[in-house]
C-alpha cells in the first residue's frame, strides 16, 4: 500500500484528501490512500513519518510551509528561491535526521521539498494576462504569497506586497490609494481571508478604485466567489478563484511523488 497525505493545522475542511481519494478511486489505483493528518507542531513530523512507514508523498499546507523547510534533506531549486514548500516527497533511501533530539532516528529515508504553489498559479494565471497586468499587489506575505512573488518576477511582473503592517518594501493596506490601485491592474490574494467558513470577510481594499481593466486573483476556492472577487465584479474587473491552481499544483505532485 502507497500511503500519501495533508499536513497541516486546522484542516478539517480539506481539499487534498478529498481530490485524492476520488483520483484514486476514479483512476483504480486500489492500492493508493490519502490520509489527512492535522499536525500543529512539526517537532512531531518525523514520529509521524515512523508511525506510517508506508508513506511516499506529503502535501504542507498553513501554518507549515515555510517551517517544515528546517526538516528536510534536499530542495528543488524553486522550492529553494520561494523559501516555501508545499510538497514532500519521501524516498526510502538514507536516515533522516530527528533534529530535535539531535539523534539519527531508524528512518531509512530522505525528504524532499517542492513547492508546486507555484506551478499551478502560473499555469492557470498566465491565460488571463494582457500587456497592462504589467503591474501587480500580492496581499499578504506568507508561504503562499512567496510562491506568488516567484512567479510574478518569473513572468517580468513588478509587485509590492500588501500587508497589515507597512514595512520596509511592503505597503499597509490604509496606504492603498486610488492611484496605487489604477496603477496596479492585478491584484492577488494571498492570504486565508474570506475562506469557509468566515466567507464574509475580505481584504480590506479600497475597491471603488477597480477598473474594468483590473484583474482580481483569490487564490482562496472555498467558497468559489469570495467577497473579494463579488466586489471586483461589481466594478467590472475580472475574477478568478483558486481552484484551477489547487487541481494544477495536486496533479503536479502526484508527478512528483511517482517520478
Not at 467558497?223 to 491552481?245: D, H, I, S, W
Request: glycine share 6%; net charge neutral.
Amino acid at each position: 500500500m502507497k500511503k500519501f497525505g495533508l499536513i497541516g493545522y486546522p484542516i478539517t475542511h480539506s481539499f487534498s484528501k478529498k481530490y485524492f481519494t476520488e483520483k484514486f478511486e476514479k483512476q483504480g489505483f486500489e492500492d493508493c490512500e490519502y490520509e489527512a493528518f492535522p499536525l500543529q507542531n512539526l517537532s512531531d513530523l518525523p514520529e509521524l513519518i515512523k508511525a506510517n512507514p508506508d508513506l511516499v508523498g506529503l502535501n504542507v499546507t498553513v501554518p507549515h510551509k515555510i517551517g517544515v523547510i528546517y526538516f528536510l534533506d534536499k530542495l528543488d531549486p524553486a522550492a529553494k528561491e520561494i523559501d516555501a514548500v508545499n510538497c514532500i516527497k519521501i524516498v526510502n533511501q538514507h536516515p533522516v535526521e530527528a533534529f530535535f533530539s539531535g539523534e539519527l532516528s531508524s528512518l531509512q529515508v530522505r525528504l524532499e521539498g517542492y513547492n508546486t504553489d507555484a506551478y499551478g498559479f502560473e499555469m492557470s494565471l498566465k491565460p488571463l494576462l494582457h500587456k497592462h497586468h504589467h503591474k501587480a499587489l500580492i496581499l499578504g506575505a506568507g508561504g503562499a504569497a512567496r510562491a506568488v512573488a516567484y512567479v510574478l518576477h518569473k513572468l517580468g511582473i513588478t509587485y509590492t506586497h500588501v500587508s497589515r503592517r507597512s514595512i520596509k518594501k511592503q505597503l499597509s493596506y490604509k496606504q492603498l490609494s486610488k492611484d496605487i490601485i489604477r496603477d496596479n491592474l492585478l491584484i492577488i490574494n494571498a492570504t486565508p481571508v474570506g475562506t469557509y467558513p468566515h466567507i464574509e470577510a475580505f481584504p480590506d481594499i479600497p475597491y471603488e478604485f477597480l477598473t474594468s481593466k483590473h484583474l482580481l486573483y483569490d487564490l482562496v476556492y472555498n467558497p468559489a466567489e469570495t467577497v473579494f472577487l463579488n466586489r471586483g465584479k461589481e466594478y467590472g474587473a475580472e475574477v478568478k478563484n483558486g481552484l484551477e491552481m489547487l487541481h494544477l499544483q495536486a496533479e503536479k505532485a502526484w508527478d512528483i511523488w511517482n517520478s
